[in-house]
């Protein structure tokens, strides 16, 4: 991802969406800051952002996000303002170096009888084919569907799971 400028407009849109750090710590990290940005900024900050930042920049803050920045409705947001439906897994944070258990070694562990029946996977790895798999999901589904339908399906999900109410279409009660 190309480095967003310092600027007067980018610097007060990084000193309302990053408040704990100065400006230019805060854009030396493009990937970090649009993280940031996905989740608190206003729309008049994301209009200052989209002069500097394309949707290819987006994807590539989404690809490399951090764990523990963006919330579950950003994640969703963004992905699905970036094409993609459905989102790929949030990014975790981990502790240590244990992933967990790769099945297929633990079958293999199992039938050599061998002890050590859990084989440890790198953070990157892990990612590498939670996205292949993602990936592989969304192709068998792109090759079916259009974008238009992708995006009609999801809005049927989201109003099966919220209800009306969500845009416009529930009542206000007033005391």
Same mark, same amino acid.
């Given at each position: 991802m190309?480095?967003?400028?310092?600027?007067?407009?980018?610097?007060?849109?990084? #000193?309302r969406i990053i408040w704990f750090e100065p400006p230019a710590q805060a854009l030396s990290d493009p990937v970090r800051f649009m993280a940031y940005?996905?989740?608190?900024?206003?729309?008049?900050?994301i209009q200052v952002l989209r002069?500097?930042?394309?949707?290819?920049?987006?994807?590539?803050?989404?690809?490399?996000?951090?764990p523990g920045i963006i919330d579950a409705r950003s994640w969703a947001y963004w992905n699905s303002k970036m094409g993609r439906?459905?989102?790929?897994?949030?990014?975790?944070?981990?502790?240590? #170096?244990?992933?967990?258990p790769d099945v297929s070694a633990l079958t293999a562990a199992y039938e050599e009888g061998n002890p050590k029946l859990v084989r440890?996977?790198?953070?990157?790895?892990?990612?590498?084919?939670?996205?292949?798999?993602?990936?592989?999901m969304r192709q068998q589904e792109s090759s079916s569907m259009s974008l238009e339908d992708i995006r009609r399906r999801a809005r049927e999900e989201w109003r099966a799971k919220y209800g009306p109410r969500g845009l416009g279409g529930g009542r206000i009660s007033r005391p």
């Open positions: 190309k480095p967003i400028p310092l600027n007067d407009e980018t610097a007060a849109a990084a #000193t940005a996905m989740t608190y900024a206003m729309h008049e900050e002069r500097y930042v394309s949707d290819d920049d987006f994807r590539d803050a989404l690809d490399h996000a951090p439906y459905p989102p790929p897994p949030l990014p975790v944070r981990r502790f240590g #170096t244990t992933v967990g440890r996977l790198s953070l990157d790895e892990e990612r590498r084919n939670a996205r292949t798999a993602w990936q592989k």
